[in-house]
């Protein structure tokens, strides 16, 4: 079982930046990836993006990249993810979550995870 925790959210003005934590815990040998999803309400829960532990080869959403930026310290079994330049659209409920996959190409894919936090709000008003 693994156990993850995410901080950072809040409220901001567009164009702001703010930098989500994900902090993990419990047995995470069988972990490869660490992704950051969100979900606004009444949208679909949508990749944003994800890291893999070992290599550090990261996945971004197109409608992100180059805006967020996903790191990790392994020491600290934690994952960031740097939001800049925010939208409103941006606006959501934010998760980690974490998983064994076989490959980047599904790092994306909310329903390959196993394990969830209980997310943090971000909120950008224009």
């Known amino acids: 079982q693994v156990q993850l925790v995410e901080s950072g959210g809040g409220s901001v003005q567009a164009r702001e930046s703010l930098r989500l934590s994900c902090v993990f815990s419990g047995y995470t040998g069988g972990v490869n990836y660490i992704g950051w999803f969100r979900q606004a309400p009444g949208k679909e829960r949508e990749g944003v993006a994800a890291?893999?532990?070992?290599?550090?080869?990261?996945s971004y959403a197109d409608s992100v990249k180059g805006r967020f930026t996903i790191s990790q310290d392994n020491a600290k079994n934690t994952v960031y993810l740097q939001l800049g330049f925010l939208k409103p659209e941006d606006s959501a409920m934010y998760y980690c979550?974490?998983?064994?996959?076989?490959?980047?190409?599904?790092?994306?894919?909310?329903?390959?995870?196993?394990?969830w936090g209980q997310g943090t709000q971000v909120t950008v008003s224009s």
């Open positions: 890291i893999h532990r070992g290599s550090g080869i990261t």
């Open positions: 979550a974490a998983s064994l996959l076989p490959s980047p190409s599904v790092a994306l894919i909310s329903g390959r995870y196993k394990y």
